[in-house]
T-cell receptor, first 111, second 113 residues
Framework: GDSVTQMEGPVTLSEEAFLTINCTYT??????LFWYVQYPGEGLQLLLK?????DKGSNKGFEATYRKETTSFHLEKGSVQVSDSAVYFC??????????FGTGTRLQVFP | NAGVTQTPKFRILKIGQSMTLQCTQD?????MYWYRQDPGMGLKLIYY???????DKGEVPNGYNVSRSTTEDFPLRLELAAPSQTSVYFC????????????FGPGTRLTVT
């Protein structure tokens, strides 16, 4: 079945460092791809999305490009802030009723 | 626009007690979902609904029940609470069109002792 694999955390960075969180997927069709962010004590918020190959989703300085050839949707940010500390979830929708989530990657940013 | 709201925010239950977690959305979404998130873990789907009167099991439905009598509301019922149901519960909803992203509520933190 369809699945999402994320890199293990925690990812620990200093403020203004470059961030990459890897996400790869397995799907039989042509899924839509998402990144969600969960701040401490809160629910999940949609961060960005991409619906077809080569699409780039972007929001709040974060970007991810839908790469069909490598089945990847890596999350990047050029300069992280302390306020970016959160858990990040990669997810896919194969256009059925459900989202399939990765296990989440915790990001910790220190001043 | 309130989005997805959940009540209560916190609850402590004794083993064997029952309770209902409430979820309401004001976006006229047909699809609604219940997830649980155990500490340090990802989300597991408990039940979902594709419209009023229609519900289906997710990955971990045992010990839970749901109903969907209106588009707006999707309550989750815990019968005979067990310590294994200690978790944070999230409700989500989505429209039936587009990229199928889901919108989440703030969660209910449940402890069963």
């Amino acid at each position: 079945g369809d699945s999402v694999t994320q890199m293990e955390g925690p990812v620990t960075l200093s403020e203004e460092a470059f961030l990459t969180i890897n996400c790869t997927y397995t799907a039989t069709g042509y899924p839509s791809l998402f990144w969600y962010v969960q701040y401490p004590g809160e629910g999940l918020q949609l961060l960005l999305k991409a619906t077809k190959a080569d699409d780039k989703g972007s929001n709040k300085g974060f970007e991810a490009t839908y790469r069909k050839e490598t089945t990847s949707f890596h999350l990047e940010k050029g300069s992280v802030q302390v306020s970016d500390s959160a858990v990040y979830f990669c997810a896919l929708s194969d256009n059925t009723d459900k989202l399939i989530f990765g296990t989440g990657t915790r990001l910790q940013v220190f001043p | 626009n309130a989005g997805v709201t959940q009540t209560p925010k916190f609850r402590i239950l004794k083993i064997g007690q029952s309770m209902t977690l409430q979820c309401t959305q004001d976006m006229n979404h047909n699809y609604m979902y219940w997830y649980r998130q155990d500490p340090g873990m990802g989300l597991k789907l408990i039940y979902y609904s594709v419209g009023a009167g229609i519900t289906d099991k997710g990955e971990v439905p045992n010990g839970y029940n749901v109903s969907r009598s209106t588009t707006e509301d999707f309550p989750l019922r815990l019968e005979l609470a067990a310590p294994s149901q200690t978790s944070v519960y999230f409700c989500a909803s989505r429209t039936g069109q587009g990229a199928y992203e889901q919108y989440f509520g703030p969660g209910t933190r449940l402890t069963v002792t």
